[in-house]
């Protein structure tokens, strides 16, 4: 365990700020991949492609981040935390600048694997180390500042995606980012002063080292499993925004900047949520800022899901930042509860682990909820709907599904606290 730090130390940390944003800079390739999806005809033009081969774009690199974070999280509690993150960026930019140079479709492919690879490495350290810039006590506050940096990242994605790509086409989706990384690379020696050293910390023999023994947990400790499986529904729920809203608001007249306004609200109210939790939890117990913020993001997509064509956007803006609300307030409280099971010598696996259940939750809603979103429109067009009216049938027809699933996680996440 961590043991009690004295004044000396932290005179030497100092105000850690610029940590945090050095960490941030880092750790924002990944919610910054979320610009590659504008860039997705104009790689399909340029490579010559079918529509359904350019999905392996994604499909690569999730596979490949996703199947390693939880290694490169214990590999992170065996070796540093920094210097698998250094690691991380090093490889990273490497994957970058091999997919915006890439001569043909399957060095594309490769350059994907390679970031996939980087990505692991850097998001699987990057929570640890935000957390080893403040004392153990303020873990809540250092994981509300690392989601709320993830979140900024995220809502930043489209417009540098769309400003790369203006001068230099598709290559700029992953051009952009390699001067980030870089400098992030570069400040790392200033954050290794700022950090709370890993040898303050002792391993735990009791608790999960490795990917092993964190299974083990699960299957030992039903709470630990529960809290996890939460996570996943709530991703799978939160995504249908995400699915749905790009296909349904251009069909229903609305102008492309204020479809991105809208997703962009969306994800202003993740990063809200990720600011306000620390305040909730001064006035409330974990649980029960849990089960508000899982409140929330049902409410949310029950308004959504209500809604008609015809009806104005302000219902549609209150509705979509009520979602992101609870659903950056969830993903603070879920952190915190992974963090405080697992040892200290395991917040690499930890963090990882959190990515893990997000990357499953998002992987399972793309493969179901576009069946049932293609099963909605062939519906609604046999029932003599318009096309349009049968692209929101099938769109928007996803939200009351999503929230009915959110409402009864949220009821049992209640009965089984009680």
């Known amino acids: 365990m961590i043991r009690p730090l004295d004044k000396q130390i932290d005179a030497r ?6 940590g945090f944003a050095i960490v941030g800079l880092g750790a924002s390739i990944a919610p910054l991949d979320f610009a590659v999806n504008l860039a997705f005809p104009a790689m399909t ?10 999905r392996w774009v994604a499909v690569f690199y999730v596979i490949t981040y996703g199947s390693l974070m939880l290694y490169c999280g214990a590999l ?3 070796l540093g935390h920094l210097r698998v993150f250094r690691w991380g960026l090093f490889i990273s930019a490497l994957g970058m600048a091999a997919c915006a140079l890439s ?71 992953y051009g952009f980012r390699v001067p980030i990384v870089l400098l992030a690379l570069l400040c790392t020696p200033w ?11 002792t391993p735990d023999a009791t608790q999960p080292g490795s990917v092993q023994g964190l299974l083990l947990l699960m299957r030992r400790n039903a709470n630990f499993a529960w809290i996890n499986l939460e996570s996943v529904v709530v991703q799978f729920c939160s ?19 204020a479809s991105g306004a809208m997703l962009s609200l969306w ?100 493969l179901i909820w576009l069946w049932l979103m293609e099963m909605l429109q062939n519906q609604a067009l046999s029932q003599g709907a318009s096309k349009t009216e049968a692209i929101w049938a099938g769109t928007i027809g996803l939200l009351p599904w999503a929230a009915g699933i959110a409402i009864v996680l949220a009821a049992l996440s209640f009965w089984r606290r009680a």
């Open 45 to 54: 033009e340029a490579f010559a492609l079918s529509t359904a081969d350019i």
């Open 103 to 173: 001569p043909a479709y399957g060095w594309l492919l490769a350059g994907r694997v390679l970031q996939g690879i980087g990505v692991a490495l850097t998001l699987s350290c990057a929570p640890a180390l935000a957390m080893s810039l403040l004392a153990f006590e303020q873990r809540t506050l250092a994981l509300s500042a690392y989601g709320a940096m993830i979140a900024a990242a995220g809502l930043m994605a489209p417009l540098l995606g769309g400003i790369s790509m203006l001068y230099w086409g598709w290559a700029g989706v």
């Open 267 to 366: 994800a202003l109210g993740v990063l809200g949520g990720s600011g306000v939790a620390p305040l909730l939890l001064r006035h409330m117990n974990l649980q029960a800022v849990g089960n508000l913020a899982q409140g929330l993001m049902a409410l949310g997509l029950a308004l959504i899901g209500a809604l008609s064509m015809a009806q104005a956007w302000p219902l549609m803006a209150l509705a979509l930042l009520l979602q992101g609300l609870g659903l950056g307030v969830f993903q603070v409280v879920y952190a915190d509860k992974v963090v405080a099971t697992l040892s200290d010598s395991a917040r690499g696996l930890s963090g990882s682990l959190t990515l893990v259940t997000r990357t499953v939750g998002i992987v399972a809603a793309a």
């Open 239 to 257: 995504f249908t925004i995400a699915l749905s809203l790009p296909y349904a608001l251009p069909a229903a007249g609305w102008p492309e900047i």
């Open 13 to 18: 940390i100092g105000k850690p700020y610029l």
């Open 191 to 201: 954050l290794s002063s700022r950090l709370r050293v890993q040898e303050l910390s």
């Open 76 to 78: 992170g509690d065996r």
